[in-house]
């Protein structure tokens, strides 16, 4: 007598098949897991707007998409005084790259590597780093205030990682105040340009605060598989 076994992720198609079997999961790219999901819309349009879209669908380039919500993009908009149009107008490329490569890591970075790099700095395809920190239950939060809500959403090239909020690099933060200010005054800093001493990059949400002290240590345990 054969004994059945069956797995349902989220989204997936699947099969009940004998124990000693395993089903072919219908997975997708980065870029075409996210266009999937309707929380994902926002960060979407950024990635095309970007000219990013062939780096997240390239299946030889494996990545880790830290991948904020809608939610969570209209909270950082809101906090900057920003609307979608201002940030997604024209000769704001450069601008919007640098921040989404921010939320891109080089390989495929699962949940537990992320874990075993609590209390430690990882580095992003812009060249900055972020603060990883881990709470007792296992609750990853990244430069103090941007959690991970869902894990380890495995694509063909690389996995994505959902997030409360939006990671901002200290470099690109006079820049966004330049916006602010009105047409013309924005001028894109290079990665790690311009950044005053002590100047840390942030997540933005309502009322964001640290809640630890900065630190410099990048760990050995943060691995790429």
Known sequence: MLSYSACVPMNFTYTIC???????????????????????????AAVKFAGLESALADPKAERTVLAPTNRAFERALAQLGLT????????????????????????????????????????????????????????????????????????????????????LPAALQRGLEQLRAGPGALRTPHPGAGKPPGAASRSLRPNARSSAPARSKTRASWRAR
């Open 18 to 44: 004998p124990s000693n079997q395993t089903f072919t999961t219908n997975k997708a790219s980065l870029l075409a897991k996210l266009s999937q999901r309707s929380e994902y819309s926002t960060l979407v």
């Open 84 to 167: 979608a149009e201002q940030l997604l107008s024209d000769g704001k490329q450069e601008l919007v790259k640098q921040i989404l490569l921010y939320h891109v890591l080089k390989g495929e970075v699962r949940s537990s590597a992320v874990r075993a790099a609590a209390d430690s700095e990882v580095p992003t395809l812009e060249g900055e780093n972020i603060k990883v920190n881990v709470s007792p239950l296992g609750v990853i939060e990244l430069n103090d205030g941007a959690y991970v809500r869902r894990t380890d959403i495995d694509t063909t090239n690389g996995v994505i990682h959902s997030l409360s909020a939006v990671l």
